[in-house]
């Protein structure tokens, strides 16, 4: 078996209909199997990919178990020399995933490949990432993106050949099989977002290589999973982070970033406020906006409880 798929999927049948047919497309050249993980969609998703795509093995889950807990049922059964994770809300061109495994191929230290993402203008995404510090954690990463892009490069570097760096986006993320049994499977504390991040924190530590393969294209439908759930994705995003130093920074860093990130929550919280004030709540954007943010807070002054974010979401 060259490859094995596997697709976490969360009410979001259409798209995840739509990845499959495009990966139909991209894999056909190939011996492949295909896993769809269903976190308890209540919209049809399972019986519809059964019924378009009877090869597809179904996972169907009672509940949502969270992105690497779903992923991890797959990874168990799967047989491939490699392991493709696909988000749901992603089209593959025709040589996506060829040019990721001639890619793998030919780079025996590689333990993981991303593709680079693109949005649906064809416009790129960021497809990679620094491993998180206080500094970019701390400090609006964007512009340090644009002051240090050698330490912290971005989309806005252009380059036609793969490069290796910290973490990758795990949205279309090759990985060896060889891999993923010296350094373990995905961490299951993490519920939803940086999984990847800690799996290529790891890799890098059992001296694996991460790489981002430019030739390698893939439409992302950014942020379609959670669309509706927005102030809980947030509070989940802030979770997996804090869950990342706890792993990997240890406690002082921890506790620093928390005070750092609850301060620019305050003042995010007085300037929306104001334009909220100056808009006579008007604009929905930043009425939507100073709503994140104050979930935010208040989860924080409750001391971050666990009931709160993704895990409670049924729907």
């Known amino acids: 078996m060259d490859l094995s798929v596997i697709i976490v999927n969360w009410n979001t049948r259409e798209l995840v209909l739509n990845c499959l047919r495009s990966l139909d497309g991209a894999t056909e050249n190939m011996s492949a199997e295909v896993y769809v993980v269903d976190n308890g969609s209540r919209d049809g998703s399972v019986a519809a990919v059964r019924h378009t795509f009877p090869g597809v093995v179904v996972v169907a889950n009672e509940r949502n178990l969270g992105f690497a807990r779903a992923n991890n049922k797959a990874l168990k059964r799967a047989r491939g020399e490699y392991v493709l994770l696909l988000n749901s809300d992603v089209l593959l061109s025709k040589d996506t995933v060829t040019a990721l495994m001639e890619f793998m191929g030919k780079n025996a230290l590689a333990g993981m490949a991303g593709a680079q993402l693109l949005n649906s203008d064809g416009s790129k995404q960021n497809s990679f990432d620094n491993l998180p510090t206080l500094l970019s954690e701390g400090f609006n990463k964007s512009l340090l993106r644009i002051l240090f892009p050698g330490r912290f490069p971005s989309k806005r570097v252009t380059t036609s050949s793969p490069r290796e760096v910290e973490s990758v986006i795990g949205a279309c993320v090759l990985v060896r099989r060889e891999a993923i049994k010296a350094v373990g499977l995905l961490d299951e504390d ?53 869950l990342f130093f706890r792993k990997h920074r240890g406690q002082i860093q921890l506790a620093v970033l928390k005070g750092v990130l609850v301060f620019k929550l305050g003042v995010s919280l007085v300037l929306q406020g104001f334009t909220c004030l100056f808009t006579l709540f008007q604009n929905t954007r930043a009425r939507q906006k100073l709503a994140v943010t104050w979930t935010l807070l208040v989860w924080h002054v409750l001391f971050c409880p666990e009931r709160r974010g993704l895990k409670d979401v049924r729907k």
């Open 190 to 242: 993490y519920f939803f977002f940086m999984e990847e991040t800690d799996w290529c924190y790891r890799m890098r530590e059992k001296g694996w290589r991460v790489y981002i393969v430019p030739d390698a294209r893939a439409v992302h439908l950014q942020g379609a999973t959670v669309r509706g759930v927005k102030s809980r994705a947030k509070i989940e995003y802030y979770r997996s982070r804090y």
